[in-house]
T-cell receptor, first 114, second 113 residues
Framework: DGGITQSPKYLFRKEGQNVTLSCEQN?????MYWYRQDPGQGLRLIYY???????QKGDIAEGYSVSREKKESFPLTVTSAQKNPTAFYLC?????????????FGEGSRLTVL | GENVEQHPSTLSVQEGDSAVIKCTYS??????FPWYKQELGKRPQLIID?????GEKKDQRIAVTLNKTAKHFSLHITETQPEDSAVYFC????????????FGQGTELSVKP
C-alpha cells in the first residue's frame, strides 16, 4: 500500500526534552512538508524539502529542526526551544515541485508536553 | 505577510440544504486554490481544486468558484449529507515564495439529519 506513515501516533514529552517525529513515504515523491495544526488556526508550515539534502524554513520554524538524508524520510525534531509544542503534527508530500498538485498527508502525530 | 482568510469558522445546516464556505487571499499572483476535507481524527484529503485560469469547477455535489479580481474563492456543497460533516480548509499558493501553500483557518461543518 503506497502512502505516508507517521510515527508515533501519540507522544508525551516532559518539558526540556527533545522529541523526533518520524515521517516515511513510499510514493516516490520529491517534496515533503511538515505542518502544525492547532484548533482554529488551520495548518501552518514548519519546514519543507524539495530534494534530498535540502530543506527550507516555513512560517513557524523556530524551535524545530529537520533532515532529509533519504528521499523517503523527513523526520522532524521538536526541540526544547519550542515554547508551545503541544499540537497535532502532519507530514505531507507532493510528487514534484512545492505548491503543485495534491498534498498527500500522513495520519498525524499528536504531541503533548506534560 | 500573505494570508488566507476563511469564513465562517463554524457552519451548521440541515441535511439536504446547501453550504457555502468563503475564502479571501492576499497574494494577487496566487494561481492554485485547493480545498481539503478533514474528518474527525483523520488526515486532510483533497476534495476539489481550481487553477487561476478557470472561474468555476464542479464535481458532483461540490463546486468551487474563483473571482480573481476580488481575490476570493468559495466552496459550495449542495444536497448536504451527514457524511459531509468535517472541517474544511481552503488554501492558496504563494507564487512569490516558490509556490508554497498557505491555508485558511478552517470551517467546521455540521450537517444535522
Amino acid at each position: 500500500d503506497g502512502g505516508i506513515t507517521q510515527s508515533p501516533k501519540y507522544l508525551f514529552r516532559k518539558e526540556g526534552q527533545n522529541v523526533t517525529l518520524s515521517c516515511e513515504q513510499n510514493l516516490n515523491h520529491d517534496a515533503m512538508y511538515w505542518y502544525r495544526q492547532d484548533p482554529g488556526q488551520g495548518l501552518r508550515l514548519i519546514y519543507y524539502s524539495q530534494i534530498v539534502n535540502d530543506f527550507q524554513k516555513g512560517d513557524i520554524a523556530e524551535g524545530y529542526s529537520v533532515s532529509r538524508e533519504k528521499k523517503e524520510s523527513f523526520p522532524l525534531t521538536v526541540t526544547s526551544a519550542q515554547k508551545n509544542p503541544t499540537a497535532f503534527y502532519l507530514c505531507a508530500s507532493t510528487p514534484a515541485a512545492v505548491g503543485v498538485g495534491e498534498l498527500f498527508f500522513g495520519e498525524g502525530s499528536r504531541l503533548t508536553v506534560l | 505577510g500573505e494570508n488566507v482568510e476563511q469564513h465562517p469558522s463554524t457552519l451548521s445546516v440541515q441535511e439536504g440544504d446547501s453550504a457555502v464556505i468563503k475564502c479571501t487571499y492576499s497574494d494577487s499572483a496566487s494561481n492554485y486554490f485547493p480545498w481539503y476535507k478533514q474528518e474527525l481524527g483523520k488526515r486532510p484529503q483533497l476534495i476539489i481544486d481550481i487553477r487561476s485560469n478557470v472561474g468555476e469547477k464542479k464535481d458532483q455535489r461540490i463546486a468551487v468558484t474563483l473571482n480573481k479580481t476580488a481575490k476570493h474563492f468559495s466552496l459550495h456543497i449542495t444536497e448536504t449529507q451527514p457524511e459531509d460533516s468535517a472541517v474544511y480548509f481552503c488554501a492558496a499558493t504563494l507564487y512569490n515564495q516558490g509556490g508554497k501553500l498557505i491555508f485558511g483557518q478552517g470551517t467546521e461543518l455540521s450537517v444535522k439529519p
